[in-house]
Antibody
Framework: EMQLVESGGGLVKPGGSLTLSCAAS????????MNWFRQAPGKGLAWVSSISGSGTYIHYADSVKGRFTVSRDSAKDSLYLQMNSLRVDDTAVYYC???????????????WGQGTLVTVSS | QSVLTQPPSVSGAPGQRVTISCTGS?????????VHWYQQLPGTAPKLLIYGNTIRPSGVPDRFSGSKSGTSASLAITGLQAEDEADYYCQSYDSSLSVIFGGGTKVTVL
């Protein structure tokens, strides 16, 4: 069974840092682009970042560019999101998800992890 | 404010048919980018419901169907069931903003 499990969320003060992890199992992790999404409390979904299977191609939403860094370790079948200079409006549940679809940019996402909550507050 | 516009809520009695619209523009849905749909049950992660405008993944009941025309797409749920009560999101791509989502629609089963 394909599974993604996020960890690393928590409470952090504005300006602080946090690193999220996403452990993958049940599929060939290194063959897929992976993504981070977030969902602020009571709000909709937003794409945060993507990283290709090789790690060569990396993209960020404008709202996190320069503050967040995505990486992956194929030996550990894991995806990471290092978040620096955190702001109150970064408060959200963060999800990782696998990229599907042969023809960019007609991509969809499946499966999704259960999410990890990041709260930025003083 | 989301780039794709969905109604905040729709409701229907058990057994009825409901539809959720997803309205975009010439830089996303109208540019022939595909639309995908996700179901998010309360307190859970999103789950893929429809991809490639109309395709149901294995395991998704056939009472869920998707369509697309021009700058809009729709998700239809026929034979509404209590377990369908959830938030539904459309997703596509925008030539200027990358991956985009609708604001979500809450489906209530009366």
């Amino acid at each position: 069974e394909m599974q993604l499990v996020e960890s690393g969320g928590g409470l952090v003060k504005p300006g602080g840092s946090l690193t999220l992890s996403c452990a993958a199992s049940g599929f060939s992790f290194g063959s897929y682009t992976m993504n981070w999404f977030r969902q602020a409390p009571g709000k909709g979904l937003a794409w945060v970042s993507s990283i290709s299977g090789s790690g060569t191609y990396i993209h960020y939403a404008d709202s996190v560019k320069g503050r967040f860094t995505v990486s992956r370790d194929s030996a550990k079948d894991s995806l990471y999101l290092q978040m620096n200079s955190l702001r109150v409006d970064d408060t959200a549940v963060y999800y990782c998800a696998r990229n599907l679809g042969a023809i960019h940019p007609n991509n969809w996402f499946d499966p999704w992890g259960q999410g990890t909550l990041v709260t930025v507050s003083s | 404010q989301s780039v794709l516009t969905q109604p905040p809520s729709v409701s229907g009695a058990p057994g009825q048919r409901v539809t959720i619209s997803c309205t975009g523009s010439s830089s996303n849905i109208g540019a022939n980018y595909e639309v995908h749909w996700y179901q998010q049950l309360p307190g859970t992660a999103p789950k893929l419901l429809i991809y490639g405008n109309t395709i149901r993944p294995s395991g998704v009941p056939d009472r869920f169907s998707g369509s697309k025309s021009g700058t809009s797409a729709s998700l239809a749920i026929t034979g509404l069931q209590a377990e369908d009560e959830a938030d539904y999101y459309c997703q596509s791509y925008d030539s200027s903003l990358s991956v985009i989502f609708g604001g979500g629609t809450k489906v209530t089963v009366l």
